[in-house]
C-alpha cells in the first residue's frame, strides 16, 4: 500500500514538474494583419513579462497555473486572455487602435521595460522619441536622439557618431539592411535618415547580434516605415531651414509604395551665420545646401512571405568662392544605396530570410583658379547578399547565416588640367576586396531567468588585384613597383569574433548583463583634412595595414522602478583595438599610391561607466544620463610613441532631457548637454623662419578647449486635428542662452617685425549661435 | 534586506563612478618648451652659407626692440664641414632686414652635389644638422599672360623639363626689382616631381607672402614690374620641410585645413632648417 501511495506521490510530483511552466507562443497583429513589435505581454499572477519582437512573436515561458495574460501597446486597446495550462499552445491576438481618426502609426516609447530584457548595450528609438527632444532648425533627428543616451557622442563639426570610444568608421550603420557608409549631412548636425520615415533605430554598443558584423564598434540599424496604408497618406513640412514630403500610396491591400524628399534652404539664414562665426575673409562666401530621397516599395502576399525594395539617394554640396584670389572650391558628397529583402515564414517554424544590397559613398573635390583645376574623388562601394535563419525552440533560438559582400575602393582619383589640358601622370589608387562570414548563434534560456547568448562569426577576406604598390629601401626611395592583375590576389586572412552573452533577471524589473565581444575590421578610414569636410578615404586591409580586431567586455545593472515608472541603469565597459592607422603628418600628399609610406599603425582602448535615470511614463517625462568615458591612442611614430587621448575623448558627458504634455493640443519639451572640451594639440611655443611665424606643437591633444553645454528647448502644438487631417507646428530654439561653444582654436600673430613688434593672440572660435527656427506639418 | 544590499551596492558604484574624475591628459614626458634654439640656414651653390639663429618664443611673448637678444641667438659658435675642410662662421650684421643679425662663411661655398654639415654650440646644447645641394635645374621658358579682368595685372608662367631617371625636388622664389629686398618664395613655393617625374609642365607662379603681416595676398604681378625668378633643387629632407611649412603659414587659422603638426625639421636635436640650394636666376619684365 505505501509503495503504491509513494508511487502515485511520484507520479503526481513528476506531473506536477512536467507542468510547472507552460510554453505558450504568442502572435500580436493588428487590425491590418501588420505585426505589432514591442506589445508587453504581462501574466497578472506569475508577474513575468515578454515582449513581442519585430515579428510580433513572444515565446512565453509561464508558471503553469490559473492566471490572466494581459497584452497591452499604448494606443491600443488592452487584451485580457486566459493563460491555457496547455503547453506549445499558439494564441494569435488582433488589438484594435483606442483612438479611430488618421490611420498613421503612432508608436510609443520603448516598450516599458525593454531595457530589462534587452541586449546589453542595446539601445532602441522609435519613431515618436524622435520628438521627445527638440529639433535642430525645426528637423528631429535619429542620431541626436541617440547621443543622448549612453556611450555615444556627437560632437559638434563632426560626421557621424562616436561609440564608446570609437572613431566614426568603427559603427556599421544599417539601413533597411544595406550599409550607409557616412550618415551625416552638415558637419554632422543632420543624420541622412529622414525622421518621417524611420520606424525604429536600434545601436548596439556591445552583444550586437552575430548576423551584424566588420565593424569594430558598434552596429546601428534602421528600420523604415513598412505599414502598408488602407488609404494615401502624405506629410508636408515646411520649415524656415528645410522641409520635407511624404507620401505613402497603397497600390493594393497587400502592397504600397512609399517615396520622401528632404531640402535645405540654408544660404538664407545659417550660413551667413557660419561664415561669421569662423571669422572668414570679407571676400570669402560660402553655400551650403543638401537633399535626400527615399523610396519604399512593400509587398505582403499573405503571413508567410514579406518583399520589400528600399532605396536612399542623399547629396551635400559645399561652396567656397574668394574674390578676391579668384578661387573656387565646389565640394559634393553622398550616399545611394538600394537593399531587397524577401523573407519567409516556413511552416517549420524557421524564418528564412534573403538580402541583397548596393550602397556606394562618394567624395569629389573641385578646385578652381585661373588656369588651373584640381579635382579628387574618393569613395567605396560595396555588393553584398545574405542569406539568414532562424527558429524558436522551447528554451533555444537557433540562427545561423551566410554573407558575401565585394567591396570597391577608391582610395584617391586625382585629375589636374591646366588651361583644359589633362595632366595624366596620376594614376587613381583603386582596389577591391572579398569578404564572406558564416555565423552561427544560439540564445539559450537556461532558465526564466537566467538568459546565455553565445555565438561565433567566421570572416574570411581577401584582397584581390588589380593594383600596384611601391617598394621602398631604408631611406625612403622607391626601388621597385610591385603589379597585381585583375582579380589577382593579394592579400588574404579569416577573422574569428566569438561572442557571449549572459543575462540574468532578477525579476520582470531587474537584471544584470554580461557582454564580452571580439571584433574585426577589413577596412580602414583615414581623413584627408583636420577637420569638418567629409574628406575620407577608406582602404582595404592589406599586407601594410592589416585588419583591425578588439575586443568589447561590459557588465550592466539595470532597475526598474514603481511600475516601470521610472527606469535606471549603469554600465561599465572596456574596449581594445589593434591595428588602427592615422597619418603622420595629418594633412596628406594627393598622391594616392604613396599613402602607405605615410600611415603609422598603433592601438587603442576606451573605457567607461554611464548612468542613466528615466521617467518614462506620465504626462510629465525624463532623463539624466551622466557618462564618464577615457578614449587613448598609442602610436610609436606620433606623440614619441606616448598615449594620448583621441580626437573625440570627452571625460564627462551629462544630458537632461525634459518633456511635458500640458494638454492635449501642446507638448514642451528641453534639452541641456554638457560635455568636455574638445582636445586639440596646443602649440608650446611660436619661432621664426624668415618673416613668417610657426607653430611648435606640444604633446598630441594634450590640451582641452573649454567644456561644451547648451541648451535647446521647443515646443509642438496641434493646431487641428479632424479625422481626415492633422495640422501642427513646431518651435525650437537651439542654444537658448547664445553659448560660444568653442568649435576651433587658433593662435594669431599680429604685429610688424619690420617695426620690431610681435605679439601673439588665442582666437576661440564657435560654430553655431542661438538658432531658433519654426516649422508647419500636416499630415493627411 | 537583500534589495537594501542592492541599492546599497548602487550607491557604492555611482559614487566611484562620480569620482572618477578625469587623469590628467598629459601622459606625455615632454621637453617641449620655449627658447630652444632655431635654425634658418642655407647655403646656395656659389655663394657663402647663411645662417641665421633665433630663439623660440613662448606664447605669452611680446617682442619689441628691448628684448631684441630674447629672439635673436648672436652668442653661438657655428661651424660648417663640406667633407674637405671646414669653417667657423662669422656673425655680421645687416641694417633693415630681419633679423638683421645672420651667420656666414668667408671660404666655403656651396658646390652642386656636396654635402655639407652644419653644428651649432651654444653653451651645453649642441645642434647638428646636414644637406645636400642637388644638381643645377633651368627652366626652359618664363613668359605671363593676362589677367581675366585687370589689364594692369599679369600671370607668371614658367616651364621646365624633369629629368625622368631622377626623384627631384624643387622651390621657387620671386623679387620684384626696386620693391623687395628679397627673394620671397611663391605660394606653395615647394613641390616635387612626383606630378610631373619626366615631363615639361607649364607652371603658373603664385605671388607669395613675405611675412605674416602680409593680410591680402595677391597672385598677380603688376605691368611694368622687372621680376626676378629664382629656380632652386633641393633636397627631399628640406623639400619636406618647406611643403610642410607653406601649410603652417597658409593654413594657420583655417578650421577646414589647419596643419597642427610639427615640420619636419632636418635639424638633430632642434628646430628650423638646413637646406641647399641649387639655383639660377632669370628676369623679366612684365608687360
Not at chain 1, 129 to 135: N, T
Not at chain 1, 364 to 388: H, M, P, R, W
Not at chain 1, 460 to 485: A, H, R
Not at chain 2, 205 to 229: A, I
Request: glycine share 6%; aromatic share 14%.
Amino acid at each position: 500500500m505505501k509503495y503504491s501511495f509513494t508511487l502515485i506521490f511520484l507520479i503526481l510530483s513528476i506531473s506536477v514538474w512536467a507542468q510547472q511552466t507552460c510554453s505558450i507562443k504568442i502572435f500580436v497583429k493588428q487590425q491590418n494583419q501588420q505585426v505589432l513589435s514591442g506589445a508587453q505581454i504581462y501574466a497578472q499572477k506569475s508577474h513575468v513579462s515578454f515582449i513581442t519582437n519585430e515579428k510580433g512573436f513572444a515565446l512565453c515561458v509561464i508558471p503553469c497555473k490559473p492566471d490572466t495574460l494581459l497584452i497591452s501597446y499604448i494606443g491600443y486597446k488592452d487584451v485580457y486572455v486566459a493563460l491555457p495550462m496547455i503547453s506549445d499552445t499558439i494564441i494569435h491576438v488582433i488589438m484594435s487602435i483606442e483612438e479611430i481618426g488618421i490611420n498613421k502609426v503612432v508608436v510609443t516609447q520603448v516598450k516599458e521595460n525593454s531595457q530589462i530584457t534587452n541586449t546589453l548595450g542595446e539601445l532602441q528609438v522609435k519613431h515618436s522619441e524622435l520628438r521627445s527632444i527638440p529639433g535642430i532648425m525645426g528637423e528631429p533627428d535619429v542620431l541626436r536622439t541617440l547621443s543622448l543616451s549612453s556611450g555615444v557622442k556627437q560632437i559638434e563639426g563632426m560626421q557621424g557618431i562616436f561609440v564608446r570610444g570609437g572613431s566614426q568608421d568603427q559603427n556599421l550603420i544599417v539601413y533597411d539592411g544595406a550599409t550607409v557608409y557616412n550618415p551625416s549631412h552638415l558637419l554632422g548636425f543632420f543624420s541622412v535618415f529622414n525622421s518621417d520615415i524611420v520606424a525604429s533605430a536600434s545601436l548596439f554598443s556591445s552583444g550586437a547580434p552575430a548576423l551584424y558584423g566588420g565593424r569594430l564598434s558598434s552596429v546601428l540599424t534602421i528600420q523604415s516605415l513598412s505599414a502598408i496604408p488602407d488609404s494615401v497618406e502624405t506629410a508636408v513640412n515646411l520649415g524656415v531651414l528645410s522641409s520635407r514630403v511624404m507620401l505613402n500610396v497603397p497600390i493594393s491591400q497587400k502592397s504600397a509604395i512609399r517615396a520622401s524628399f528632404r531640402k535645405t534652404y540654408l544660404n538664407l539664414f545659417v550660413m551667413p551665420i557660419v561664415e561669421k562665426s569662423l571669422e572668414l575673409k570679407d571676400e570669402v562666401s560660402t553655400q551650403f545646401g543638401f537633399y535626400d530621397a527615399t523610396c519604399r516599395f512593400d509587398f505582403k502576399p499573405n503571413l508567410l512571405h514579406q518583399f520589400y525594395i528600399s532605396a536612399y539617394l542623399g547629396k551635400d554640396k559645399f561652396g567656397l568662392l574668394n574674390s578676391q584670389t579668384l578661387l573656387t572650391n565646389n565640394v559634393n558628397w553622398g550616399n545611394f544605396i538600394v537593399a531587397a529583402q524577401w523573407k519567409y515564414n516556413a511552416k517549420n517554424r524557421w524564418i528564412h530570410s534573403i538580402t541583397a544590397s548596393y550602397s556606394e559613398y562618394n567624395f569629389n573635390f573641385l578646385a578652381k583658379q585661373s588656369v588651373y583645376t584640381l579635382g579628387i574623388e574618393t569613395g567605396i562601394s560595396k555588393k553584398e547578399i545574405q542569406y539568414t535563419a532562424k527558429k524558436r525552440y522551447e528554451n533555444h533560438t537557433v540562427s545561423y547565416g551566410v554573407q558575401a559582400n565585394f567591396h570597391m575602393y577608391n582610395s584617391g582619383t586625382i585629375d589636374v588640367t591646366i588651361e583644359n589640358e589633362p595632366f595624366n601622370s596620376i594614376p587613381a589608387m583603386l582596389s577591391q576586396s572579398s569578404e564572406q562570414s558564416l555565423f552561427v548563434e544560439d540564445e539559450w534560456f537556461i532558465t526564466p531567468q537566467l538568459i546565455c547568448n553565445a555565438s561565433i562569426r567566421i570572416v574570411p577576406y581577401v584582397l584581390l588585384g588589380p593594383s600596384s604598390y611601391y617598394v621602398y629601401n631604408d631611406k625612403g626611395e622607391v626601388t621597385d613597383t610591385v603589379f597585381y592583375t585583375q582579380n589577382q590576389i593579394m592579400y588574404t586572412t579569416i577573422g574569428f569574433e566569438p561572442r557571449l552573452q549572459l543575462q540574468y533577471r532578477f525579476s520582470s524589473d531587474a537584471s544584470l548583463k554580461f557582454s564580452s565581444m571580439r571584433t574585426t575590421q577589413q577596412m580602414h578610414m583615414v581623413s584627408m583634412l583636420s577637420a569638418a569636410l567629409p574628406a575620407d578615404i577608406w582602404l582595404p586591409a592589406s599586407n601594410f595595414n592589416k585588419p583591425m580586431n578588439g575586443w568589447i567586455s561590459s557588465v550592466g545593472y539595470f532597475r526598474n522602478f514603481n511600475d516601470n515608472e521610472f527606469s535606471s541603469s549603469l554600465s561599465l565597459y572596456y574596449k581594445s583595438m589593434q591595428n588602427i592607422i592615422e597619418f603622420k603628418d595629418g594633412f596628406i600628399t594627393l598622391y594616392a599610391s604613396s599613402y602607405n609610406q605615410k600611415i603609422t599603425h598603433g592601438k587603442g582602448f576606451a573605457f567607461g561607466s554611464e548612468f542613466v535615470i528615466k521617467k518614462i511614463k506620465g504626462d510629465f517625462q525624463g532623463a539624466f544620463s551622466y557618462n564618464f568615458s577615457r578614449s587613448l591612442r598609442c602610436f610609436q611614430d606620433l606623440n614619441q610613441g606616448y598615449l594620448y587621448p583621441a580626437s573625440y575623448d570627452k571625460p564627462h558627458d551629462v544630458s537632461i532631457q525634459l518633456q511635458y504634455k500640458i494638454s492635449s493640443q501642446l507638448t514642451c519639451n528641453a534639452l541641456w548637454v554638457y560635455n568636455s572640451g574638445k582636445v586639440y594639440s596646443e602649440p608650446v611655443s611660436k619661432y621664426f623662419i624668415g618673416k613668417n611665424v610657426i607653430s611648435e606643437y606640444g604633446p598630441i591633444n594634450s590640451s582641452r578647449m573649454p567644456a561644451y553645454h547648451r541648451l535647446d528647448i521647443g515646443a509642438q502644438y496641434v493646431i487641428a486635428k479632424t479625422d481626415s487631417y492633422e495640422l501642427l507646428s513646431n518651435i525650437s530654439i537651439y542654444n537658448v542662452y547664445n553659448r560660444k561653444n568653442t568649435y576651433y582654436i587658433y593662435y594669431e600673430t599680429i604685429g610688424n617685425v619690420n617695426e620690431f613688434s610681435i605679439q601673439f593672440v588665442k582666437n576661440f572660435v564657435g560654430l553655431f549661435p542661438i538658432l531658433p527656427s519654426v516649422s508647419i506639418q500636416l499630415y493627411f | 534586506m537583500m534589495k537594501k544590499n542592492v541599492y546599497i551596492i548602487n550607491i557604492i558604484i555611482i559614487a566611484i563612478s562620480f569620482c572618477s574624475v578625469s587623469c590628467s591628459d598629459n601622459f606625455t614626458h615632454s621637453d617641449f618648451k620655449a627658447g630652444r634654439v632655431v635654425v634658418d640656414g642655407s647655403i646656395e651653390a656659389g655663394s657663402f652659407a647663411k645662417v641665421v639663429l633665433t630663439y623660440s618664443l613662448p606664447l605669452d611673448a611680446k617682442i619689441d626692440s628691448s628684448v631684441y637678444y630674447d629672439l635673436v641667438n648672436t652668442r653661438a659658435k657655428v661651424t660648417i664641414f663640406d667633407g674637405e675642410q671646414s669653417e667657423v662662421l662669422v656673425l655680421i650684421k645687416r641694417k633693415n632686414f630681419f633679423p638683421p643679425h645672420y651667420y656666414t662663411t668667408r671660404t666655403i661655398k656651396g658646390v652642386p652635389g656636396k654635402t655639407y654639415w652644419l653644428e651649432v654650440i651654444y653653451y651645453d646644447d649642441t645642434i647638428r644638422a646636414q644637406t645636400t645641394i642637388p644638381n643645377n635645374v633651368e627652366l626652359s621658358k618664363i613668359w605671363s599672360e593676362p589677367h581675366v579682368n585687370d589689364t594692369t595685372k599679369r600671370y607668371l608662367w614658367i616651364q621646365m623639363c624633369d629629368d625622368v631617371q631622377r626623384k627631384d625636388y624643387y622651390r621657387i622664389f620671386t623679387q620684384i626689382k626696386g620693391k623687395q629686398k628679397d627673394f620671397v618664395p611663391t605660394y606653395q613655393s615647394a613641390f616635387s616631381d612626383e606630378y610631373f617625374n619626366g615631363t615639361c609642365p607649364k607652371i603658373m607662379l603664385y605671388k607669395g607672402l613675405e611675412n605674416f603681416f602680409d593680410k591680402k595676398r595677391e597672385d598677380t604681378f603688376s605691368v611694368g614690374d622687372t621680376v626676378f625668378v629664382k629656380i632652386s633643387s633641393i633636397d627631399k629632407q628640406s623639400y619636406l620641410f618647406w611643403s610642410n611649412y607653406e601649410k603652417e603659414v597658409f593654413n594657420s587659422g583655417n578650421p577646414f585645413a589647419a596643419n597642427g603638426s610639427n615640420l619636419t625639421s632636418n635639424v638633430d636635436s632642434g628646430i628650423g632648417i638646413w637646406c641647399g640650394y641649387a639655383s639660377k636666376v632669370y628676369s623679366i619684365i612684365i608687360k
